[in-house]
């Protein structure tokens, strides 16, 4: 089970730093004690194994305590934006019926009518013990912060069924009829894919690791677990600091990061904005990247800047976290055509299905599809979705589809070809179009929507959006954006979102969204 | 705030700018209001590619300059600091047009 990375580093080395936030900390022992209290607190509310808890909190020590806490509980962690919109946090806690919920006041009257929450923990911003619910009324149970803290923290008891079948946590993702849909992730899923990571990023004991991606995104369970496993320190990285890449520049500096792990647009900004000569990062030794593809401009940039790293491209959807992975070589820089995939990882298997359904050899395409111990458990609540995504495939009775397009180069290096359907990634977030165009159709002034993407080198795809609106209608682009605003997270947000008389159609009748492309490109 | 800079007074330059906010960067949060000195990361307001958009947009209306060293957390973390910094820079181009 995940947690047992923490108490054996507590056993271990319980005076060692586990996390850092800003002038704050958690000692190993600190955080091992410290969830075994949430974890208290949730058992005593009736909630264990089989169960979710929503972790609604910005990224702070007490994320860090809660999800561990909810784990060793037996439950599954199911991590949600604190900046979502309200409409898609309710959905997803009822969409997985969350047992229970660690989240912040404000947000209290609005959860507090999920029907499936047994009880409400608030976390204030700067926890205090002046905190005081508000008299029951009936409904879930509230707890502070402090009641949980006030608790024991010795180890609770084993559970004697807890498997490694059994869900850690349950990460959601774009679902393509606008609502998004839960990726659900067991214990063994997770140790595969961090066993691997943690050997081959070399982590030490008291390297300093950052956490730069939220924990609602599946590159966060390296960052936490990794460092947990060899008892390394997690240095989570203030949001407001990954808006000013000169600053963050500084601080990877400063705090002697030496392991990052983020998406390619964060280090273009560093690369690109972040005048990252005025500092040696002599402690950088590791530096690994995913979610979307890495413009080789920049990533050559990159590499000249900081010579001393090694640099792994780290591929795989959400729904097997990584599965492949390539080291990057001088060669890879020298030339043009964009970074492989490169080779199975964390004891999976790759197959490569070409359209006929047959096993494609070296030189042909195919869809990717993987085999193995990475594998997520299925969609929560689809069960004729998960059944489209993984089954049978030639030469495995069970195996994941990613959609993925790739081509098996001699040597047994994969490509990155491209997608069927209309997935797009925007700085690393997964984005069903389609999705987007959902939302856009529900305002009552919209009889048709388009979205696509625009690609950037240096701040990866733009989303853009096209809507015929009904006659005489008054809304603006503005308006529109109000409206995408309260149902979509930030980054499915499109940029820019343009009214016109018709949607370019091909021959066929569907979106033509090649013209659409055009289209946005000639817009001023 | 009724001296002038470049053209503009301080309220003016503050109002373009939350105007601008309000549109492009337009936010839900649980609470209504942006005061004049929350931090607009913290809100939700600008992520990392926000800054990049709000910093032309400032250069492109008040056609001042902003450079690199300019984009930091104390210049742009709340409506008050962006108005300061861009009435700095206004003082700036003032004293380059001849009176």
């Keep these: 089970m995940l947690f047992q990375y923490l108490e054996d580093s507590a056993r271990a080395a319980p005076a060692r730093l586990a996390v850092i936030d800003a002038e704050r900390n958690l000692s190993y022992g600190e955080l091992d004690a410290a969830s075994n209290q949430v974890a208290r607190a949730l058992r005593e509310q009736g909630i264990g194994r089989g169960d979710r808890v929503g972790l609604h909190l910005d990224k702070s020590l007490e994320a860090v305590v809660g999800l561990f806490g909810i784990m060793k509980a037996g439950a599954a962690y199911v991590p949600m934006d604190p900046a979502s919109p309200e409409w898609r946090v309710k959905f997803i806690a009822r969409d997985c019926a969350l047992s229970a919920i660690l989240t912040t006041p404000a947000w209290h009257a609005s959860l507090r009518d999920v029907e499936s929450l047994r009880c409400i923990i608030l976390v204030e911003a700067r926890p205090t013990n002046t905190l005081r619910p508000p008299p029951g009324q009936g409904g879930p149970v509230l707890l502070t912060w402090a009641d949980v803290r006030a608790g024991s923290s010795a180890s609770l008891e084993p559970l004697a069924e807890a498997s490694p079948e059994d869900l850690a946590y349950i990460l959601y993702t774009s679902g393509s009829t606008g609502q998004p849909k839960g990726v659900m992730l067991s214990h063994r899923a997770a140790h595969a894919f961090v066993d691997w990571a943690a050997s081959i990023a070399r982590v030490r004991a008291a390297d300093r690791v950052s956490s730069h991606a939220p924990f609602h995104v599946d590159l966060s369970v390296f960052d936490l677990f990794a460092t947990a496993k060899c008892a390394a320190t997690l240095v989570l990285i203030p949001a407001s600091l990954s808006v000013f890449p000169r600053e963050l520049a500084d601080f990877i500096a400063d705090r002697h990061i030496a392991i990052w792990y983020s998406v390619p647009s964060a280090l273009t900004q560093l690369v690109a904005r972040g005048e990252l000569t005025r500092h040696a990062f002599p402690s950088l030794r590791t530096v690994l990247f995913a979610g979307e593809v890495f413009p080789l401009k920049y990533l050559r940039q990159l590499v000249l800047t900081l010579p001393r790293p090694r640099y792994f491209n780290l591929y795989g959807p959400t729904e097997t976290n990584v599965c492949t992975f390539h080291v990057v070589t001088p060669a890879d820089l020298a030339r043009s055509a964009p970074l492989p995939i490169g080779q199975v990882c964390c004891g999976d298997e790759v197959f490569v299905v070409r359209d006929d359904g047959g096993l494609a050899g070296d030189g042909e395409e195919g869809e990717l599809c993987v085999a193995g111990p990475t594998l997520m458990s299925g969609y929560w609540g689809m069960e004729e979705r998960t059944r489209q995504v993984l089954g049978p495939i030639p030469g495995h009775p069970l195996a994941c589809r990613t959609g993925d397009r790739v081509i098996r180069e001699r040597g047994g290096s994969l490509c990155l070809l491209g997608r069927r359907d209309d997935l797009v990634k925007v700085r690393g977030h997964r984005i069903e179009l389609s999705a987007v165009e959902v939302v856009l159709l529900r305002h009552p002034d919209v009889e048709e929507s388009a979205a696509l993407t625009l690609p950037d080198e240096l701040t990866g795809n733009e989303l853009r959006a096209f809507v015929v609106l009904r006659d005489n209608a008054s809304t603006s682009p503005e308006d529109l954006r109000q409206h995408c605003a309260n149902y979509l997270p930030r980054y499915m947000i499109p940029a820019r979102i343009d009214a016109c008389d018709a949607l370019p159609k091909t021959t066929t009748g569907k979106k033509d969204r090649v013209r659409l492309q055009e289209q946005a490109r000639q817009l001023v | ?99």
């Design chain 2, 1 to 99: 705030m009724n001296q002038t800079v470049a053209g503009y007074t301080e309220e003016q330059v503050a109002r373009i700018i939350r105007d601008h906010l309000d549109q492009e960067f337009h936010f839900r949060s649980k609470d209504s209001g942006l005061a004049d000195d929350d931090s607009l990361i913290a809100r939700g307001v600008i992520d990392s590619m926000g800054i990049f958009r709000l910093v032309n947009f400032l250069e492109q209306r008040f056609e001042i300059a902003v450079s690199p060293p300019d984009i930091v957390m104390e210049n742009f973390r709340s409506l008050q600091a962006i108005r300061a910094f861009t009435v700095n820079r206004l003082h700036g181009r003032d004293g380059q047009e001849s009176h």
